[in-house]
T-cell receptor, first 115, second 113 residues
Framework: DGGITQSPKYLFRKEGQNVTLSCEQN?????MYWYRQDPGQGLRLIYY???????QKGDIAEGYSVSREKKESFPLTVTSAQKNPTAFYLC??????????????FGDGTRLSIL | GDSVTQMEGPVTLSEEAFLTINCTYT??????LFWYVQYPGEGLQLLLK?????DKGSNKGFEATYRKETTSFHLEKGSVQVSDSAVYFC????????????FGQGTRLTINP
């Protein structure tokens, strides 16, 4: 079955550490996205990528970095510069079709906590 | 800027009750509108969508109609089940070369047997 796989499901970070969250999709989607979800709040966009080797900052990119070397993969690194990293992180993907808004498909998320 | 406002939760209903979750939006263009559902510990799943005014999206007994005159996209279901307990998110997307979803804050729904 096609889908989006995020790993790990739970991740713990020590102060001052960088950690990388994995996101892989086999839906052949061009566009991929990273969101952050805090309790009782909606999702906020961190980074997105429309094609391989290209990505743009979302609304809350500070303290995060991404890469898009392969169509299937869009890893997110939470750097030590992100002062409040504890959150639920969701990866999504969608087709790109000019003039149409295709729905985004989501993974099951990674919950990051600070030790 | 573009934004989505949902009715605040939590919402608690009895099984077989009628459900309405209000959603209104502000957008500079002509957005597509979506409802997503999130079950505990999981990601979001698309529930339904509407891409132009007066469109009605429907799925699993849920419905929502794109009302341009009131900038609304209220979610309704005639008879809810315990399995409908989840968090529901309203979202909009504008065609700007990149699909960027703007989400409401989510409404937690609990259905009691």
């Amino acid at each position: 079955d096609g889908g989006i796989t995020q790993s790990p499901k739970y991740l713990f970070r020590k102060e001052g550490q960088n950690v990388t969250l994995s996101c892989e999709q086999n839906l052949n989607h061009d566009a991929m996205y990273w969101y952050r979800q805090d309790p009782g709040q909606g999702l906020r966009l961190i980074y997105y990528s429309q094609i391989v080797n290209d990505f743009q900052k979302g609304d809350i990119a500070e303290g995060y970095s991404v890469s898009r070397e392969k169509k299937e993969s869009f890893p997110l690194t939470v750097t030590s510069a992100q002062k409040n990293p504890t959150a639920f992180y969701l990866c999504a993907s969608s087709m790109r079709r000019q003039g149409f808004n295709q729905p985004q498909h989501f993974g099951d998320g990674t919950r990051l906590s600070i030790l | 800027g573009d934004s989505v406002t949902q009715m605040e939760g939590p919402v608690t209903l009895s099984e077989e009750a009628f459900l309405t979750i209000n959603c209104t939006y502000t957008a500079t263009g002509y957005p597509s509108l979506f409802w997503y559902v999130q079950y505990p510990g999981e990601g979001l799943q698309l529930l339904l969508k509407a891409t132009k005014a007066d469109d009605k999206g429907s799925n699993k007994g849920f419905e929502a109609t794109y009302r341009k005159e009131t900038t609304s996209f209220h979610l309704e279901k005639g008879s809810v089940q315990v399995s409908d307990s989840a968090v529901y998110f309203c979202a909009l997307s504008l065609i700007q070369g990149a699909q960027k979803l703007v989400f409401g804050q989510g409404t937690r729904l609990t259905i009691n047997p």
